[in-house]
């Protein structure tokens, strides 16, 4: 009795909670879920949303090709972080910059002669929908002609003065932007979740099996299941659109040939997500492996093309994966047609980049994708 009582004495208890520890270990890191779910996505969100947050307000100045940058208000608003100079854009980038919201002001400076008071003018023209952003750039301008008067008061008795033109144009709700998003992050998540599961369980119940029973063509089966697919798809873009409008203001330029146009490009948008979904059917071996092999497709295209919001708001070296993303040419694609009233053809360069990333989809969905 005593001798067993020994032997369980020397029973580590620490030596066995490590044990099990390891064991656990080992089967946590052999999940692709466990994996995913608990390293990636907080990973990205990290990223993701610190590239944004901190963020001060930033004034994007176009400056024209004709503006004197060689002077003293120049200088100055370039050492003032929170404009944002741009040399680069043509007279009609400015306008459909401005026209967009995705520039706040036009900066034109003019040189009177050096004997003329004030020795500047500075032009800034606005828009009524950016008033925030071009109160600040005023202020600033003020704040720099006021310094630049008090020091060469000896010289000039006024620097440089200010000459404002503010732009008309149609407002750029917050819903113009959003919904196109949100409906692309619809589709994009019906096309690739909706057709994995689907398949993959009518791979394990056998219905495919029994379909091969019958005289139906396989082509025929995967056509009638992305029939319903794009039915149910379409028919709530359709409602999210007309929500969107009567409820919330949502523009749409020229009223239902506008809708026509956003479900056609729906359309195209949920068939090349579709190919994701077949892709992600064939590569899953059960249903709990369906969501992380999905989200490592759908996840970053949440983020980064525009969804929520701006890509312009991420760093530069981001951008360019961002202008790669098939979820960014749809988005951008759909915001053009319903707030600017684009046709069709129109957005080609969108359409095409979209077709060429359908190509490539459908060729891996060919390699993966399996009927048992």
């Not at 495919?208 to 089966?221: E, G, L, Q």
């Not at 056509?223 to 409602?239: N, Q, T, W």
């Not at 949920?270 to 999905?294: D, H, T």
């Amino acid at each position: 009795m005593n001798g067993e009582m020994n032997n369980r004495g020397k029973y580590s208890q620490v030596r066995a909670m490590l044990a099990i520890a390891r064991a656990s270990l080992i089967s946590i890191t052999r999940s692709p879920s466990a994996v995913v779910f608990s390293l990636l996505f907080p990973m990205i969100f990290i990223l993701v949303f610190g590239f944004i947050g901190g963020r001060t307000i930033s004034v994007d100045v176009a400056v024209q090709k004709q503006c004197n940058r060689n002077n003293p208000v120049y200088f100055a608003l370039e050492t003032i972080g929170v404009i944002k100079l741009d040399t680069l854009l043509t007279e009609s980038a400015i306008d459909e910059g401005l026209a967009k919201g995705e520039v706040d002001a036009a900066l034109l400076i003019r040189d009177n002669g050096g004997n003329s008071v004030p020795r500047y003018t500075v032009h800034v023209t606005t828009v009524n929908t950016s008033r925030e952003k071009a109160n600040v750039l005023k202020s600033i301008l003020n704040n720099v002609f006021y310094k630049l008067n008090i020091r060469d008061a000896h010289i000039i008795p006024s620097v440089a003065e200010l000459e404002e033109n503010e732009m008309q144009i149609r407002e750029y709700k917050t819903i113009d932007f959003i919904l196109p998003g949100q409906l692309g992050f619809s589709l994009l998540s019906s096309g690739v979740f909706g057709t994995a599961f689907v398949f993959l369980s009518l791979r394990q119940t056998l219905v495919i099996k029994r379909f091969f029973a019958t005289p139906v063509h396989r082509t025929y089966i995967v056509l009638g299941e992305a029939l319903s697919r794009l039915v149910f798809s379409i028919s709530g873009a359709l409602l999210i659109i007309l929500i969107g409008h009567f409820a919330f203001g949502f523009t749409l330029l020229h009223g239902f040939l506008t809708v026509i146009n956003m479900l056609v490009l729906a359309t195209l948008g949920l068939v090349i997500f579709m190919g994701f979904g077949f892709a992600v059917s064939g590569l899953a071996k059960n249903e709990s492996s369906i969501p992380p092999i999905a989200n490592i497709i759908t996840m970053p295209q949440f983020l980064l093309s525009g969804t929520f919001f701006s890509i312009s708001l991420f760093p530069g070296w981001l951008q360019p994966v961002c202008k790669v993303l098939p979820l960014t040419y749809l988005n951008e694609a759909l915001r053009k047609i319903a707030f600017e009233g684009a046709s069709l053809w129109s957005v080609n360069h969108e359409i095409g980049i979209l077709f060429l990333w359908g190509i490539l989809v459908y060729a891996l969905a060919v390699k993966f994708f399996r009927w048992e």
